[in-house]
């Protein structure tokens, strides 16, 4: 698909001053350095001694952020193509390894019959996995000790398709007015019981266990981009014990954390989490063509005021966000002794261009109705706010950095110094040029 026309490419800005005048053209406050700095002197290259994670004191300040190639076996285990992706990780200089790529703790729980699944018969491939990231760090870089390694533990949810790449089985918090009809819920036999809830707590423990038994240094729980501990932090709507009040929607996280804990497991927990949301998108009717679907408009919302159906969204206008609750969350995970939030937006499922940030849409979504630079300075926007109230002993990782692309060092490095973060995440990127991030700081 190719890109909308109208904005201005980052590769045609071909100075820092004219990146800045671009920024400011759009309205935009984005901190961005005059000069890439080297070595030491680089804020890039700090190590983290406000967290250490199973004890070791991370090395710098870039991670790499979970990412799935939905390349495993039909089992749950991994593939040469798997290997050769956490190999590039190890490779890729980041001293932070922030989930590797989201891992099912059961079978139906996958969103690809590919994705892998952290169970017992795969315990082997998942270590090797690890080892994999440590030797490929090794070989170039020397030191480990100061490289942390998670596993991001998952359900997809409603966007479960365990058996068929083509066929949706989702199992759901709530009802979604929204969404229900775009990912076939069309049965309140789809929304998981207050016990199968039970289930499933129980089933995140065990993936832990096995984590902390195979060498990860974390595990991530999942809490973004749509997928089902993320849909439970809004399940405004839903009844019982894990829905309605904070309190309730919470549940669910910290029942995970007091199993993982009664089982005698030590091991160092992080979240990832979407810290606002708005409504679902779509391509625009009266824009789109055969083959280019039109910029991304809201889906009519004005049936569903306030708005009962998100997590970091306003209730009375959801194209806004609210951090109402995104603040409260990240007191609780201080509470609960989570070490790490690693920080999204919304879901690449119903409203991608806030999550990630491109000129180039995904293929099955519309084209971007704002600015990508809009997408990006509102999410490390969004991680400033929070770091300047984070509770101490918790560790922020900010995201959408990616389409910065030659400007990404310069405004992760002002950032830093700034304290509007404390890791810089990337993504994809890597798998293409391993070696952007450790070129960045020499």
């Known amino acids: 698909m190719p890109p909308a026309a109208n904005f201005?490419?980052?590769p045609s800005l071909k100075t820092v001053a004219a990146f800045r005048d671009h920024l400011a053209s759009l309205g935009l406050d984005l901190p961005c350095e005059d000069t890439i700095a080297s070595g030491a002197g680089s804020p890039l290259a700090w190590p983290v001694f406000a967290v250490q994670l199973n004890g070791k004191t991370i090395g710098n300040r870039w991670a790499i952020q979970p990412m799935e190639g939905w390349d495993g076996t039909l089992t749950g285990g991994i593939t040469e193509d798997t290997r050769r992706r956490w190999r590039r990780f190890g490779e890729s200089g980041a001293k932070l390894i922030c989930g590797g790529e989201a891992m099912a703790v059961l079978p139906e729980g996958r969103a690809n019959p590919n994705q892998l699944v952290l169970n017992e018969a795969n315990k082997a491939d998942l270590a090797e996995l690890r080892e994999l990231v440590i030797r490929a760090h090794q070989e170039r870089y020397g030191n480990t000790d100061d490289l942390a390694i998670g596993f991001q533990l998952t359900h997809s949810g409603r966007?479960?398709?365990?058996?068929?790449h083509h066929r949706l089985e989702p199992r759901v918090a709530f009802r979604h007015p929204l969404?229900?009809?775009r990912f076939q819920v069309t049965s309140d036999a789809q929304v998981l019981t207050d016990e199968a809830v039970q289930r499933l707590v129980l089933a995140f423990v065990r993936a832990a266990r096995l984590a902390w038994e195979v060498g990860a240094d974390f595990v991530d729980l999942k809490h973004c981009h749509g997928y089902l501990l993320h849909e439970f932090l809004g399940a405004h709507t839903r009844p019982g014990r894990y829905g309605g009040p904070f309190e309730n929607r919470t549940r669910i996280l910290r029942e995970i954390v007091s199993g993982i804990r009664a089982d005698g497991n030590p091991i160092d927990l992080a979240v990832r989490l979407s810290a606002f949301d708005l409504v679902p998108f779509r391509p625009d009717p009266a824009q789109s063509l055969p083959g280019r679907p039109g910029p991304g408009i809201p889906a009519d919302y004005a049936g569903c005021l306030p708005y009962r159906f998100g997590f970091g969204v306003a209730a009375d206008h959801p194209v806004t966000y609210d951090l109402t609750e995104t603040f409260q969350f990240m007191r609780l995970c201080a509470e609960l002794d989570i070490k790490l939030l690693n920080l999204s937006a919304g879901s690449p499922y119903y409203n991608p261009h806030i999550q990630r940030p491109a000129a180039y849409p995904p293929s099955d979504g519309y084209q971007p109705p704002e600015d990508p630079l809009?997408?990006?300075?509102?999410?490390?926007?969004?991680?400033?706010q929070l770091k300047a109230k984070a509770p101490p002993g918790l560790l922020l990782v900010g995201s959408a950095y990616s389409y910065l692309q030659e400007y990404l060092p310069h405004v992760a490095q002002a950032v830093l110094r700034q304290g509007w973060t404390d890791v810089v995440g990337v993504g994809r990127m890597v798998l293409s040029y391993p070696t952007m991030l450790a070129e960045a700081q020499q």
């Open 8 to 10: 201005t490419r980052i």
């Open 159 to 164: 966007f479960c398709k365990p058996t068929d």
């Open 179 to 181: 969404l229900d009809q």
């Open 374 to 384: 809009v997408g990006v300075a509102r999410q490390i926007e969004v991680v400033r």
